[in-house]
Nanobody
Framework: QVQLVESGGGLVQPGGSLSLSCAVSGRTVSSNSMGWFRQAPGKEREFVAAITPSGQTTYYADSVKGRFTISRDNAKSTLYLQMNSLKPEDTAVYYC?????????????????WGQGTQVTVSS
């Protein structure tokens, strides 16, 4: 059974940084693209970032480009999201997911396995 477990969320002041991790078990993900999504209260889940299996290509939402960095360590079956210069509008539950092969990176319907989410709150 595939399991994804996010960690690293918390409360941070505006301008601060957080690093999220997503540990994957039950599946070899070195051949899958993976992504991060987020969902704020009362809003739809939205794309944040994605990374190809090798880690050579990354994709970002315009709202986080230049502030967030996605990376992965296939040997550890772990996905990461480094978040810098955080803003109150980044407050959300953050989810990691594995992507179905041959599909686009931005659409959440193209992701098959999801973690339970980790809360990120940016507030002074």
């Amino acid at each position: 059974q595939v399991q994804l477990v996010e960690s690293g969320g918390g409360l941070v002041q505006p301008g601060g940084s957080l690093s999220l991790s997503c540990a994957v078990s039950g599946r070899t993900v070195s051949s899958n693209s993976m992504g991060w999504f987020r969902q704020a209260p009362g809003k739809e889940r939205e794309f944040v970032a994605a990374i190809t299996p090798s880690g050579q290509t990354t994709y970002y939402a315009d709202s986080v480009k230049g502030r967030f960095t996605i990376s992965r360590d296939n040997a550890k079956s772990t996905l990461y999201l480094q978040m810098n210069s955080l803003k109150p509008e980044d407050t959300a539950v953050y989810y990691c997911a594995t992507k179905k092969p041959g599909t686009t990176h931005y659409f959440l319907g193209n992701y098959d396995y999801w973690g339970q989410g980790t809360q990120v709150t940016v507030s002074s």
